[in-house]
């Protein structure tokens, strides 16, 4: 079975504050990892993904995240937060073979000027 | 040039009614999909399809049926329409098994009313 959670369902950071979404996971096998944002009325679009290479994971727009397996962890990070990162962010996990892909519940950043 | 598109955007609809969603992708992928994403933004996958074969069936009411007439295509006919269908559907496709990274649609609106 896997699972994963998303701590904190909002998020608020001011403009050029350092971005952390927070994200465990549960798997019986070494999973693959991802990261997804959504904008408003858009559908999802693919920030990161962890496939069991590099623990430290380089996304688009500046995203990063660190797969801690010790921690069950999964947390995605941003140095300094821009206006145009206010979304919605999910969290995913996929155990191999034909199994699912299992989201989380979402974080919204919002960006205060 | 639309990678996932979604027709319609918007779907305003009585109790009752029979409904078709349909999504074509022209990324030349092998596996497509249909999620349901509720008013909480919770993410669910309903079905999914590689080489027009049903792979993955969720417990998703008879009500709902996809339909894959070629890899680049994956319609959702929904009959008796009830108000719990409202949410919005994703339709995405990827390549391969789900480690891959995976591309949405701008998603469709449903409002039974």
């Known amino acids: 079975a896997q699972s994963v959670t998303q701590l904190g369902s909002h998020v608020s950071v001011s403009e050029g504050a350092l971005v952390l979404l927070r994200c465990n996971y549960s798997s019986s096998v070494p999973p693959y990892l991802f990261w997804y944002v959504q904008y408003p009325n858009q559908g999802l679009q693919l920030l990161l993904k962890?496939?069991?290479?590099?623990?430290l994971v380089k996304g688009i727009n500046g995203f990063e995240a660190e797969f801690k397996k010790s921690e069950t962890s999964f947390h995605l990070t941003k140095p300094s937060a821009h206006m145009s990162d206010a979304a919605e962010y999910f969290c995913a996990v996929y155990s191999g073979g034909y199994q699912k892909v299992t989201f989380g519940t979402g974080t919204k950043l919002q960006v205060i000027p | 040039d639309t990678a996932v598109s979604q027709t319609p955007k918007y779907l305003v609809t009585q109790m009752g009614n029979d409904k078709s969603i349909k999504c074509e992708q022209n990324?030349?992928?092998?596996?497509m999909y249909w999620y349901k994403q509720d008013s909480k933004k919770f993410l669910k996958i309903m079905f999914s399809y590689n080489n027009k074969e049903l792979i993955i069936n969720e417990t998703v009411p008879n009500r709902f049926s996809p339909k894959s007439p070629d890899k680049a295509h994956l319609n959702l006919h929904i009959n008796s329409l009830e108000l719990g269908d409202s949410a919005v559907y994703f339709c995405?496709?990827?390549?391969?098994?789900?480690?891959?990274?995976?591309?949405f649609g701008q998603g469709t609106r449903l409002t039974v009313v």
């Open positions: 962890y496939t069991s290479a590099a623990t």
């Open positions: 990324l030349g992928h092998d596996t």
């Open positions: 995405a496709s990827s390549q391969g098994e789900y480690n891959t990274e995976a591309f």
